[in-house]
């Protein structure tokens, strides 16, 4: 069972992920910071210090005698005995019931200050001490302002920074990319400058400098065995075209024609074969400009391949040839023309194969049995990648690379009850 291939993420994405995480982190460091102030407001330690205060001044539920309560500081206290407010006290704490109040249930009292308010029984009256922490209360505040003025500069420099890491990267890796991208096969010696403004992307090109450097070796390696095997593979052919030339000039048995042509034939096509990879090994292209009349040498080839249909009920039919001339090499069409034939012949058991010419394609339709194009281009893939397992693989291997150098279109298509019907199209000439 395949796994799932991990999804890549862009750096982009990565370093704003950072950024976005870093500012959830110190906003919830800010809100716990904002509850432990507002708890701290709160605290119990505020109702301990008022009932130690209140236990100086009361004994027993009455006041002490001779010790009046504290009207002045943070902490103060009233007595309240009957309906007269007493001085300095504010007139909300009057409606208080015994109990201890802190600065959140005395935020309904719409006080100017902000108080922690102890009430106790003293006698027939009651003793309010409150405690002053407006001081603190606005320190709080301050502290929540300025935490929340931090959170939100913490965001604007994680945004700014963002985009200042998206503009200043995004671009020169872009960069690097186009420039990755504008380099042609075709042409050799290339490299990637190295003056980018990242040192890191500047690393990057050099080592991508230094493997182009190594493919174009490998590849000159390959070509220059490639045009010493041709050239060494060109002289037994020409002894061997040779010989047959020499043969012929003497009276032979009639029985030895037909593998005389055969020989003359195969050395012709081994010979077609050297040049076409001689040329296909020049990846410029650079040949001499060379035109040939399609329409005849179609009607040559399908007579040097009749004799692939001897035995067989079946039998090549030319039909119309228009006049149509190709910018290409005479040896390079004999190699895909040919290898259609052949195919179109060994595949064919009887019927016609009808070969006609016409509008800029030629069409070869046989009325074999048809194939499976799915499974036919499988196994024309696994040919062009592994020539050696025999057949047809250095054919299909040539017709495909000729047909992507010139731009040529070939179709396939089959049909069981039809027979298959191949079709070539070839560019107009200017």
């Not at 704003?16 to 110190?26: N, R, W």
Request: glycine share 6%; net charge negative.
């Amino acid at each position: 069972m395949n796994k799932r291939p991990f999804r890549t993420r862009s750096l982009q994405y990565k370093i704003s992920a950072l950024f976005i995480l870093s500012g959830i982190l110190l906003t919830a460091v800010l809100t716990v910071q904002g509850k432990l102030s507002q708890h701290l407001i709160t605290h119990p330690i505020w109702e301990d210090l008022l009932r130690t205060s209140m236990a100086q001044y009361l004994s027993h539920g009455q006041p002490v005698p001779g010790k009046p309560l504290p009207s002045e500081g943070r902490v103060r206290g009233w007595y309240l005995h009957g309906g007269e407010l007493p001085p300095g006290m504010p007139r909300q704490f009057a409606a208080l019931a015994p109990g201890y109040y802190d600065e959140e249930m005395m935020d309904e009292y719409e006080l100017e200050q902000s108080y922690a308010v102890l009430v106790s029984t003293a006698g027939s009256g009651r003793v309010v001490m409150a405690m002053d922490i407006s001081d603190l209360e606005d320190f709080q505040n301050m502290s929540a302002r300025i935490s929340a003025y931090v959170a939100l500069l913490s965001a604007l420099i994680s945004v700014a920074s963002i985009l200042w890491l998206y503009r200043s990267m995004r671009r020169p890796i872009q960069q690097l990319a186009q420039r990755m991208d504008e380099l042609d096969p075709a042409q050799p010696a290339q490299r990637l400058p190295t003056d980018f403004a990242l040192r890191e992307l500047d690393y990057i090109a050099v080592l991508v400098n230094r493997h182009l450097g190594r493919v174009e070796r490998f590849i000159e390696r390959e070509r220059s065995l490639l045009d010493q095997a041709s050239h060494e593979f060109r002289t037994p052919i020409a002894v061997i075209s040779g010989a047959v030339d020499l043969l012929k000039l003497y009276d032979l048995p009639p029985a030895a024609n037909a593998p005389l042509e055969r020989i003359e034939s195969t050395t012709r096509q081994l010979t077609e074969i050297m040049s076409a990879l001689l040329f296909l090994s020049r990846e410029d292209g650079k040949v001499a400009v060379e035109t040939t009349r399609l329409d005849a040498l179609v009607a040559i080839l399908v007579e040097d391949h009749e004799h692939l249909l001897d035995g067989k009920p079946a039998k090549f039919v030319v039909g119309e040839l228009q006049p149509l001339w190709v910018n290409s090499p005479e040896a390079l069409l004999r190699i895909v023309v040919g290898n259609l034939l052949r195919n179109a012949a060994e595949n064919s058991y009887d019927g016609d194969i009808e070969v006609k010419l016409a509008n800029g394609c030629l069409s070869i339709q046989d009325h074999g049995p048809g194939f499976d194009t799915v499974a036919a281009a499988r196994r024309y893939t696994q040919a062009l990648r592994n020539p050696s397992r025999g057949g047809q693989g250095l054919g299909l291997f040539l017709t495909r690379r000729i047909c992507e150098r010139f731009g040529w279109t070939l179709k396939i298509s089959s049909n069981p009850a039809q027979g298959t019907l191949v079709e070539m199209f070839f560019p107009s000439l200017p």
